[in-house]
């Protein structure tokens, strides 16, 4: 997406703005079909926390992707965009035995990642088939905040409780079609990865009824020009010969699941915002934006760099700023980058805008949520409104307490 149709879609829809790539998110899911098209049986499942508009979901039903959702609300939305209830999987963590039974009502695959839930399901439903996550207890990925593979994390069953899973199991006689990890966010050694994987190798040895196995995902996208990623490619190579000498092993061919949403969706998106303030303190000049927390937390939640551009202006000289929100609260989004030389009325770019921006985009500071466009051969489709101050109100009753 160049510079000009993002400053047209400005001047269109008005910022701040989501802008999304169709082809990109087309070109992601082929790369990653493509990098293990050595097995033989693969399926790759959205995992849509990461960019649930209905509309993005709908492109990935077109590619042939199935869903990974955490809350049957997810499944629910799966629905409405035209899913399968079988290409759907509900991967949720610490959630009620009664929202797991909503989302196996609706027809979709259940991922229990807990004994007592596990219990207490096979004990009411003994022929559901059920996948299990588990945690292989590998220290992986870049930051403690989305790690969720390792000792303290509270994802997954121990994969040192495998005794105990199989004893209940047994006693319930419920059927486990398929077994999961998804070791957290930002991995990028494969070598790490393929060791996570060989202990799920000689778990899943021991369920005889399997179909499938979940690799989870959590793999490393560029945020910078030359930064590390994972090398999905190598990862193919080795995971695939892998697993195809697993399943000869085990006595049938299996089928290989991904569930990524960052490595889908995160470089097909640009958030753009406008230049409110340039404000030149005694030690610093800042570029405040009319955005904030509020529509991208993710700098400040955990740290995460989102590469930002001056697109009014990318030829002037190099400049030094920190770019700030509005929020009244510490919003920063970029400290100390270097930028072409900003004036107020300057639409910033923020790159890496696809995964976890708008999803976890609130109201605070009785902010509007940004319009979200979707483009697709060079032409914008809006997906989203922007808000107004009707859905500021909806939902809220107005009780009249004098005191
Ligand atoms: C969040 C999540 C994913 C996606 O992780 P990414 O880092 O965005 O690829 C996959 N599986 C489960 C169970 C998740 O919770």
Do not use: W
């Amino acid at each position: 997406m160049d510079r000009e149709l993002l400053l047209s879609l400005i001047e269109k829809y008005e910022s701040p703005l989501y802008v999304y790539d169709a082809e990109k998110i087309k070109s992601q899911y082929n790369r990653m079909t493509k990098a293990f098209s050595g097995v033989k049986h693969l399926k790759i499942y959205f995992a849509m926390k990461a960019l649930s508009n209905i509309s993005i979901l709908r492109l990935f039903k077109s590619l042939n992707s199935g869903l990974d959702t955490v809350s049957v609300q997810e499944v629910q939305l799966g629905l409405k965009a035209g899913f399968d209830p079988q290409d759907i999987i509900f991967t949720p963590n610490g959630v009620s035995l009664e929202e797991i039974e909503q989302a196996k009502d609706l027809g979709v695959q259940i991922n229990i990642d807990n004994l007592s839930i596990l219990e207490q399901f096979g004990q009411k439903y003994p022929k559901t088939p059920v996948c299990i996550r588990v945690n292989p207890h590998i220290m992986a990925g870049g930051n403690s905040k989305i790690s969720v593979g390792h000792i303290d994390s509270k994802f997954g069953i121990s994969i040192h409780q495998l005794p105990h899973i199989h004893r209940v199991v047994e006693n319930t006689g419920m059927l486990i079609n398929g077994i999961h990890m998804h070791t957290g966010s930002d991995i990028y050694d494969v070598d790490a990865f393929i060791r996570a994987t060989e202990i799920l190798f000689n778990a899943a040895a021991t369920f005889k009824d399997l179909e499938y196995i979940d690799f989870g995902s959590g793999f490393k996208v560029p945020y910078k020009e030359d930064d590390i990623q994972t090398d999905i490619e190598e990862l193919g190579l080795k995971l695939s010969k892998r697993f195809n000498e697993f399943c000869k092993d085990f006595g049938k061919d299996l089928t290989l699941i991904f569930e990524p949403g960052k490595f889908l969706v995160s470089e097909a998106g640009k958030f753009l915002v406008n230049v409110n303030v340039v404000k030149q303190t005694t030690s610093t000049v800042f570029a405040s934006v009319d955005s904030g927390l509020n529509h991208l937390i993710r700098p400040m939640f955990y740290d995460s760099y989102h590469h930002i551009e001056n697109i009014s202006n990318p030829n002037a000289k190099k400049r030094f700023y920190t770019v700030v929100g509005y929020i009244c609260e510490t919003d920063t989004f970029g400290t100390n980058r270097r930028i072409s030389e900003i004036k107020e009325g300057d639409i910033l770019c923020f790159n890496n805008a696809g995964a976890y921006c708008y999803s976890m985009a609130s109201n605070y500071n009785s902010r509007y949520r940004p319009a979200e466009v979707l483009i697709y051969q060079g032409k914008d489709h809006l997906i989203r409104e922007r808000e107004t101050i009707e859905d500021l109100l909806n939902k809220q009753i107005e009780v009249a307490i004098d005191l």
